[in-house]
Structures are given as C-alpha cells and as structure tokens.
Nanobody, 119 residues
Framework: QVQLEESGGGMVQAGGSMTLSCTAS????????MGWYRQAPGKRREQVAQ???????DYRDSVKGRFTISRDIANNTVTLQMNSLKPEDTAVYYC?????????????WGQGTQVTVSS
C-alpha cells in the first residue's frame, strides 16, 4: 500500500511564495505520474500540475509561470514551488500518485494541506 505524506502549506500574503512537498512510501511502481490538485471552498477539485518520471510536465493555465513542479525520483518526492501567489490560489492542495496505464481507482492521494493566500 502506498502512503503519500504532504508537507508545507500555511498562510502567506499575496505575492509571496510557498513550497509544498509530498513523499510517497510503500510499493511504488514505474510509469507513474505525481502531481498536485487543489480544491477551493465551494469548488470542484482541479488539477494544478503534474510530472511524469521522464520529466514531462503539465500545468494548469492559471499557474503557468508562477508554479514549478519537480520530482526526486529516487526519493519518491514531488515538490510544488509556488511563487507570486494570489488569493485565488487559496485551496486545499492534494498530492496525487497516478499510474497512466491504470484506471483512476488506482490513484493515491495525500491527505491535503491548506494553502491560504491573503490579500
């Protein structure tokens, strides 16, 4: 079984920066994607960024140029560097481990960490 443990989060003023990290432990197989989703109050969970083991990335349009995702494959860690934060970035951020060859029932999620950006 895979566990995803997130760290980071908290409160920051608009324009500030914050770094989220997520480390996966357990049985982790190849051909996986790790990334971040977020869910703001009253909204549906949305993709923020993701990265394959090969380094391919995908960012939500609203975070392009501000957020950077990176992975440490050896340590099963994914990091989201968030710069120029905006109040609309306020959400609970969830780490995701996904296998692109498998169905969504194989997704593994972190517990979520709150990011609050004040104006």
């Amino acid at each position: 079984q895979v566990q995803l443990e997130e760290s980071g989060g908290g409160m920051v003023q608009a324009g500030g920066s914050m770094t989220l990290s997520c480390t996966a432990s357990g049985n982790i197989f190849n051909q996986n994607i790790m990334g971040w989703y977020r869910q703001a109050p009253g909204k549906r969970r949305e993709q923020v960024a993701q990265m394959t083991e090969g380094g391919s990335t995908d960012y939500r349009d609203s975070v392009k140029g501000r957020f950077t995702i990176s992975r440490d494959i050896a340590n099963n860690t994914v990091t989201l560097q968030m710069n120029s934060l905006k109040p609309e970035d306020t959400a609970v951020y969830y780490c995701l481990l996904r296998y692109y060859t498998l169905g969504p029932e194989h997704d593994r999620w972190g517990q979520g960490t709150q990011v609050t950006v004040s104006s």
